[in-house]
């Protein structure tokens, strides 16, 4: 299981780095959705299957798509002439590789688990809604103010706006 674990880790790692270091916005988030998927992977093997899958759900997919849509409605780090390079094959080489790996690493873990006899106590999704909504209200509304906040900010700093020159300032 170790074996496993170290891989999922090393995809996460690579991942990061690259979306970390990527120069395009889009190159780079694809990169950190993979690498947040490494890391539900990594949640999964530490038996904690909730965890992973709201990893998955939650950050993955829908935060994620979030920026990915932002990014491409301001059409940061986009060229037209990218957009062709982007679909040579050869520009989804390592994204594609680094997946596979992820993925068959997570087929031989479930393969491989041995089952356990839950002596925990289990905590439904149901449970941890009634808690969100009650105990934690105020935050998850304040972080759902947070996130529309800054797609609101980053749609007006992304916007052109006109140039108003006044009537004096305009050279005849």
């Not at 996460?12 to 539900?40: M, Y």
């Not at 798509?65 to 390079?85: A, C, D, P, R, Y």
């Not at 149901?126 to 749609?155: N, R």
């Amino acid at each position: 299981m170790d074996l496993f674990f170290y891989i999922a880790a090393a995809v996460a790692i690579l991942a990061t780095i690259l979306a970390i270091s990527g120069r395009n916005a889009i190159h780079s988030l694809l990169f950190l959705i993979l690498s947040l998927l490494a890391i539900s992977v990594v949640f999964y093997l530490l038996d904690a299957p909730f965890i992973a899958a709201l990893e998955v759900i939650i950050y993955a997919g829908a935060i994620m798509v979030l920026f990915i849509f932002v990014t491409m409605m301001l059409n940061i780090g986009l060229e037209h002439k990218q957009e062709k390079k982007w679909l040579r094959p050869q520009m989804w080489i390592l994204p594609s590789i680094l997946a596979a790996i992820l993925f068959i690493d997570l087929m031989l873990a479930l393969k491989n688990m041995p089952t356990v006899v839950a002596g925990k106590q289990v905590i439904l999704p149901k449970q941890v809604g009634i808690s969100l909504f009650t105990t934690y209200l105020l935050a998850v509304e304040i972080a759902a103010i947070l996130l529309m906040a800054g797609v609101i900010g980053a749609y007006h700093l992304g916007s052109q706006k006109k140039k108003v020159l006044h009537r004096f300032l305009i050279k005849k």
